[in-house]
């Protein structure tokens, strides 16, 4: 007897799609984020606490992730490449 699930192309298959619409959706959270970040600016940033500098590493990575959702849905965008978007989201990582 068998302990577990069994492997199996169905589960193949909703790994698939779960993992197309998560980052279809952080895709768009990205986007989403950034479209509202530009429109605040760096002193809307400053207004809801952020430093001088921490609003600037806001905007810059939340542009360049945008960039990244941009890339994704093939939309063209000038990136010179090669371009470390892991690295470039680093710092948010928390130590996760």
Known sequence: MTIGTQPGSGNIDNTL???AIELRNVMQDWLNLSAYVTSIG?????????????????????????????IYQGTPVGLPLPFNFSADTEPLWAGG
């Open 17 to 19: 799609t779960q993992l």
């Open 42 to 70: 760096t002193a809307g940033l400053e207004v809801i606490g952020y430093s001088p500098a921490q609003a600037a590493a806001v905007e810059a990575v939340t542009g360049n992730m945008a960039t990244l959702a941009q």
